[in-house]
């Protein structure tokens, strides 16, 4: 029997039919969950829309809640679910694994660790042939700046801003959004320079981006010369001349900026900057932590860096490493690895058997069910049928990203560029939400919807995802008139 959907909107979007059937639900009633939340759940964790969901199953990209309600996905549990929800092979191979040996930790060995380095790092250019395992992308990103600093030492870091890399209290020093800053010392050694923004920054045109939809911004590029990329540059030269001494010991940055609305960088920029943070003495640190740019998200590369023609000193990953399972890993030199042998640094669960098995099966699913090529394709496909809205509706400022990594940043006006105030932006939000679509949010303002879904959705899918985001956009222009 199929599920039936309920739509609290009307909408001609018809939801694309599916097969699975999802268990009863059978836990605590809503109101009782609510209390608890409430009572026993510290309240820095929050939750999505006015009426949280509280789900109960998922089958790929769908998500089902407490009802029975059936809901497209496309923020993957913020961009951590790859390969889709519960997938058969990721499930199958957990399940095995299971039943054999849960976890013994990395003192001894075991044939999933093993396994899992040398498949994942045989994905990887040389000379990043080692990882290091761990839990969570903070842990990572932690422990690319402990390696930077140990193997230049040097001591200071420059991040991006509007970067997120991390809330724990050493990378909170990275993390460049006032929203997730708390009144306590943090950032010493850290610094950041200029965010190269082509949408919003001081400068940008219409052929800076690597992906299918440019800006609206007129260009005054010259033939071989991009203006924005060189003026960008000069301010990361400026941060390198005054806020920081002769040498450095590293430079980190997002290959697209996810937490801040899949802000993208002039083509270029990485690469000239990567050349002038090594001419200091500093490594070159890619987080494809925050964004998930890595796995084949973005189409066209495996890795998100590979779409800047860079090759890093160090590679965070997390999220779409365990399709939810919670591992990561920072990917290396052998000669910058060993910096960190020279005392010792353990991790009691990184690497573990169960995590190992997850990622692993991650990386089969990817390949055989050609997930790269998916994201290649209905991404662009995407992006092209939101970029109509764009041109559409003036509240819709700028869509960019490349694959299944798409922001859609919303305005007052094209010509200002001001954020649309965030209670309008919750309007949009909740309605899409009431006609099946979970969307994330980010920027600075909260202003860009993140879309970032399982990277096994459909053209089919999109069609009517789209649908309903241009419904939710058309109620908007109707209440505000």
């Known amino acids: 029997k199929q599920q039936k959907w309920k739509s609290s909107l009307s909408t001609q979007a018809k939801m694309p039919p599916c097969d699975f059937v999802p268990e009863k639900y059978e836990s605590y009633p809503y109101e009782r969950m ?8 510290a309240p820095a964790l929050r939750t999505y829309y006015k009426k949280p969901l509280l789900l109960h199953q998922g089958h790929m990209q769908w998500l089902f809640d407490h009802e029975g309600r059936r809901y497209l996905d496309l923020f993957a549990g913020i961009v951590t679910v790859s390969v889709g929800h519960c997938h058969p092979k990721v499930t199958m191979a957990t399940q095995k694994q299971l039943a054999r040996l849960w976890h013994t930790t990395n003192i001894y060995m075991h044939p999933a660790i093993h396994e899992y380095a040398e498949k994942l790092t045989s994905l990887f250019p040389d000379p990043l042939k080692v990882v290091y395992l761990t839990n969570s992308g903070s842990e990572a990103n932690d ?10 030492r ?10 997120y890399h991390g809330g724990s209290p050493y990378t909170l020093g990275l993390t460049s959004l006032t929203s997730y800053k708390h009144g306590v010392a943090n950032g010493f050694g850290c610094t950041t320079t200029m965010l190269p923004d082509v949408f919003r920054g001081p400068w940008g045109g219409s052929h800076c981006r690597d992906s299918p939809v440019q800006t609206i911004r007129k260009c005054s590029c010259t033939e071989g010369a991009c203006l924005a990329e060189n003026q960008y540059i000069e301010q990361f030269k400026d941060t390198l001349n005054t806020s920081v001494p002769k040498t450095v010991a590293g430079f980190i940055a997002e290959p697209i900026q996810g937490v801040n609305g899949a802000v993208q960088y002039p083509r270029n920029f990485l690469k000239e900057a990567y050349q002038l943070i090594r001419e200091r003495g500093g490594l070159c640190i890619s987080d494809e932590v925050k964004v998930q740019t890595g796995f084949g998200r973005t189409g066209s590369h495996f890795w998100g860096f590979q779409t800047h023609g860079v090759v890093p000193d160090i590679v965070t990953l997390a999220k779409g490493i365990g399709n939810g399972f919670p591992m ?21 669960f990184g690497g573990n058997p169960l995590a190992c098995v997850a990622g692993a099966a ?33 509240i819709v400022g700028d869509v960019r990203g490349k694959g299944l990594m798409i922001g859609v940043e919303m305005v007052t006006d094209k010509d200002s560029r001001r954020p649309l105030p965030a209670e309008e932006i919750n309007e949009i939000w909740e309605d899409c939400k009431d006609m099946g679509v979970l969307i994330g949010r980010g920027g600075l303002y909260s202003q860009t919807f993140r879309i970032k879904p399982p990277m096994c959705i459909t053209k089919r899918d999109v069609n009517f995802a789209v649908e309903v985001f241009h419904t939710a956009l058309q109620r908007y222009v109707e209440r505000a008139a």
């Open 34 to 41: 609510q209390k608890i939340r409430e009572q026993n759940i």
């Open 143 to 152: 422990l690319a700046m402990f390696m930077a600093r140990l193997h230049t």
């Open 154 to 163: 040097n001591f200071d870091i420059i991040s991006l801003r509007g970067g």
């Open 328 to 348: 990561a890993a920072v990917v290396t030199t052998k000669e910058i690895a060993s910096s960190l042998a020279q005392n010792l640094h353990f991790n009691t």
């Open 362 to 394: 991650v990386l089969d699913a990817i390949e055989e069910d050609c997930l790269q090529k998916n994201s290649q394709d209905v991404g662009t496909y995407m992006l092209l049928e939101l970029a109509k809205l764009r041109d559409k509706f003036e």
